[in-house]
């Protein structure tokens, strides 16, 4: 009613996800994930619906948060203001023409903090990651937007900190019985949408979600009024594909500028000329552990065997690797050593003849004087041309397996222990066939 031009009765594509948000407030889901591309009405509807629900219910308390404490309450002076809009002229419709009660209360309209007429307490609060949330609880929760450009999107730091304050302050601000709204353009499977779509099911939340491509499978486009063809083939021919992907299909950026594609896998491993290992050791207190054990074949492939990923201690991870070595027969195991610590490969090597008898490992330190994003990019083609994994090591060492799949070409990865891991084990098997063709 307020916004006609816009909100079209053709355009069935705003129709049914303002149908699913009044849905929403009353079934039984608890979060509401919606992905919109640019133009096509995600801001927008994401104001009208805090005022609709304002109007249906004028108890209810609602919190917003936005990337900055500007754009959040902006967002929340949109919603006062039309609240708060006086008719000017008699055939305009204002929104005390839809809900005749529902007014600001005078003297609490702040621009972040403000009051309905009547209630007992606040109703909007708005704010962001840097901002506040004390003292206030929400039966429903908006978030619209986070990341503001594809540099966040690629720096995994920033998104862990988005995680970390939707977990840690958002949902504790949440009432029982709350429902939570994220509104916003996909860009990396570790957005707030994606991990809200991939990890609260798993802690007992419904989740829906609603994602709309500019452009549809057949070619043609969501609303030609609001984004042609002719202007989405220009537009996105300007950016790079993986923005392009991101903004407009709702494709994370991160899985278009992944640097690994597909790895090989096998089913039944051949016969080895010898079983090696290749470990990077922990450097700091956010660093894992990575060891993959594996066997090198006559014509010098690798097949991953077993591996090691984890942030336990030296106390724990010391005997785990020593048990592995003794239990694979291993023959080599290289163990980077930098900064001077050989303590780890001293200890294994001493719980591997202590505890297990056994001789036969050789323990190899490493000193690595490269560096560790120049080595993982150049070798990156042939770990995944000639390192074999295990069928199903998805399921067997996923938390590995999601660390190499999104690990990025270009950006803020957060960590890269099993990559520097993966390509020693490149570097080792590559220089044996160096050997093999010398001789």
Aim: with cysteine; glycine share 6%.
């Amino acid at each position: 009613m307020m916004t006609p031009k816009f909100y079209k009765l053709n355009r069935q594509y705003l129709i049914d996800p303002a149908n699913d948000m009044q849905t929403f407030l009353t079934d039984d889901n608890d979060v509401l994930v919606v992905n919109l591309p640019p133009r096509d009405g995600k801001s927008l509807t994401a104001t009208k619906f805090p005022q609709w629900v304002l109007g249906i219910d004028p108890t209810i308390r609602i919190m917003t948060g936005s990337y900055n404490e500007r754009l959040s309450t902006s967002f929340s002076k949109t919603v006062r203001n039309s609240i708060q809009e006086q008719k000017a002229q008699e055939e305009t419709i204002v929104y005390n023409d839809v809900f005749l009660s529902t007014r600001i209360k005078y003297g609490d309209a702040s621009v972040g903090l403000w009051s309905l007429g009547g209630s007992y307490t606040n109703n909007y609060l708005a704010t962001s990651p840097t901002g506040t949330a004390t003292g206030f609880c929400a039966d429903l929760i908006i978030i619209d937007d986070l990341i503001k450009n594809a540099e966040e999107a690629n720096n995994a730091l920033v998104l862990d900190k988005h995680w970390d304050w939707f977990t840690d302050t958002m949902l504790s601000r949440l009432e029982s019985g709350g429902k939570i709204m994220l509104i916003m353009t996909r860009w990396s499977s570790k957005d707030l949408a994606g991990r809200a779509i991939e990890e609260l099911p798993n802690n007992g939340y419904k989740v829906k979600h609603i994602n709309l491509k500019a452009k549809l499978k057949d070619g043609t486009m969501l609303c030609d009024d609001v984004l042609s063809l002719r202007e989405f083939n220009r537009k996105t021919k300007t950016m790079s594909p993986e923005i392009a992907s991101a903004n407009y299909q709702q494709e994370p950026i991160d899985l278009k500028g992944v640097l690994y594609g597909e790895f090989k896998t096998y089913a039944r491993y051949p016969k080895f000329k010898i079983i090696q290992s290749y470990t990077d050791t922990v450097d700091t207190g956010s660093d894992y552990l990575a060891t993959f054990i594996y066997g090198v074949t006559f014509d010098n492939e690798a097949y991953i065997l077993d591996v090691n990923y984890t942030k336990e201690p030296m106390e724990v991870t010391e005997p785990l690797l020593a048990k592995k070595l003794y239990q694979r027969k291993v023959n080599k195991a290289v163990i980077e050593s930098n900064n001077g610590d050989r303590g780890f490969g001293r200890s294994v090597d001493r719980i591997l003849k202590q505890e297990y008898k056994m001789n036969y490992t050789v323990i190899v330190p490493l000193t690595q004087s490269k560096k560790k994003e120049a080595r993982i990019l150049t070798n990156a083609t042939w770990v995944m041309e000639h390192i074999f994994f295990p069928e199903g090591w998805e399921n067997k060492w996923p938390g590995l397996y999601k660390n190499l799949k999104t690990y990025q070409r270009e950006g803020k990865n957060k960590n890269n222990d099993a990559q520097d891991a993966l390509t020693g084990v490149a570097e080792k098997t590559q220089f044996a066939r160096k050997v093999n063709k010398l001789l």
